[in-house]
């Protein structure tokens, strides 16, 4: 059975930082491009980051670049966001995703894990 598993959403105050991490089961990571996206109330899910499968290069959201990075682990099968001083606007639920190549189109993509919230409030 094919499934993600997020995890490290919480709450923390503006200017901390944050590691979500996603794992595998069923399949490699490394053979799928593995993105984040968020999603806050009342919006759309958005892409926030995205690292590919075949040479690692990576995407960032104009809104995240600089402050979040998405570092590959292919010895754990993880993914992890890093996201370092993290503003009130960063408050969403956070899915990472495998695809066959990095996208910020949620539309386009099938294999989702449950989500994790992410809470940035003094």
């Known amino acids: 059975q094919v499934q993600l598993v997020e995890s490290g959403g919480g709450l923390v105050q503006p200017g901390g930082s944050l590691r979500l991490s996603c794992a595998a089961s069923?399949?490699?990571?490394?053979?799928?491009?593995i993105g984040w996206f968020r999603q806050a109330p009342g919006k759309e899910r958005e892409g926030v980051s995205c690292?590919?499968?075949?040479?690692?290069?990576?995407y960032y959201a104009d809104s995240v670049k600089g402050r979040f990075t998405i570092p590959r682990d292919n010895a754990t099968n993880t993914v992890s966001l890093q996201m370092n001083s993290l503003k009130p606007e960063d408050t969403a639920v956070y899915y990472c995703?495998?695809?066959?190549?990095?996208?910020?189109?949620?539309?386009?993509?099938?294999?989702w894990g449950q989500g994790t919230q992410v809470t940035v409030s003094s």
């Open positions: 069923g399949f490699t990571l490394d053979d799928y491009a």
């Open positions: 995703a495998a695809h066959y190549r990095c996208t910020v189109v949620a539309a386009e993509i099938s294999t």
């Open positions: 690292i590919s499968s075949s040479d690692g290069s990576t």
